[in-house]
């Protein structure tokens, strides 16, 4: 029970209004609100490490119920989409829902790869379903596992893997009703409109707590400005040295370089937001040991 509530004050100690403690970081201004919105590599001031689980989680949840309530209001109210009984809330949309507002930071995740990941699948499928809509029944089983197979394949050779573009791939595909009203259509509706408003809603609500995205179309590497070696080198030389040394391991260099591996900035902002945390727990460290350092007298006497 105790530990229950220990973790239960820190939790809520983490929340926002506290500060220094790690929470929902709000924009200063309006200016820096639009500054994130440009991705990592252009916003140059000091990136704060990400919220608590459990706030994190309570605002992931939330963005994510916004993010599909868009697509719910436009499906229920939209004049040709009501009137013509249109497919727009795709099921697709609810996995995109979880890598764009659970995790933002991952490479499946950027702008890049959830809109030509969904764009690449769904012509792939249509292509797949107009090319197979006279096979007998016997093989409708076919176009739909080529669209996926084919879709995964171009997503790689193009560096755009999103994994809920597999199922807009098989939707398409697989014959479902939605793909088979509108056609060669489905690709421009209701995909193209769908990826476009769950990236737009992300870039509004995401970026109310953190930097999104990491990067548009390329993905970055961040260089910090000293090695691990270099930081082991300076440990033990007093606490004020190494509470500088901590700062510059936790510091990004400002010059970001292209890279072609999407992987390597999500590990790139994983090790900026461990920095980060490696520098709390110092802090903390050399705290207690100024607290220990002064009681130790009393003791003794």
Known sequence: MNFVLRRLSQWIRALPGRPGHRGIWLPASLPDYARRMRGVQCYHSEIKPA????????????????????????????????????????????A????????????????????????????????????????????????????????????????????????????????????????????????????IIMISVALLLNNLARVYPVYWFTAVRMTPTQSPEQIGQKEGVGESRRSSNSNDASEVD???????????????????????????LRAKQHQCEAERSQTSPSHAV
């Not at 994190?56 to 009137?83: C, E, H, N, Q, R």
């Not at 699948?121 to 076919?142: E, R």
């Open 51 to 94: 919220p608590p689980v459990l706030a994190w989680a309570l605002f992931s949840g939330l963005t994510s119920f916004i993010g599909m309530s868009v697509l719910g209001i436009i499906t229920k109210y939209g004049p040709a989409i009501k009137d013509h009984h249109l497919p727009f809330a795709i099921a697709p949309a609810g």
């Open 96 to 195: 995109s829902a979880v890598l764009l507002y659970g995790v933002p930071s991952a490479p499946l995740s950027q702008p890049r790869n959830v809109f030509f990941g969904h764009m690449i699948a769904a012509i792939t499928g249509t292509f797949m379903n107009q090319a197979f809509k006279d096979t007998p029944d016997s093989l409708h089983w076919l176009p739909g596992a080529l669209a996926v197979g084919i879709s995964i394949a171009i997503m790689g050779i193009t560096n755009c893997y999103h994994p809920p573009a597999g199922a807009t791939a098989y939707l398409a595909g697989f014959y479902s009703s939605d793909a088979v009203r509108v056609g060669w259509w489905f690709m421009l509706y209701p995909i193209l409109p769908v990826a």
């Open 254 to 280: 400002d010059h970001i370089e292209n890279e072609g591996d999407a992987e390597s900035a999500w590990i790139a902002a994983r090790i900026h937001e461990l920095e980060h945390e490696l520098h709390e």
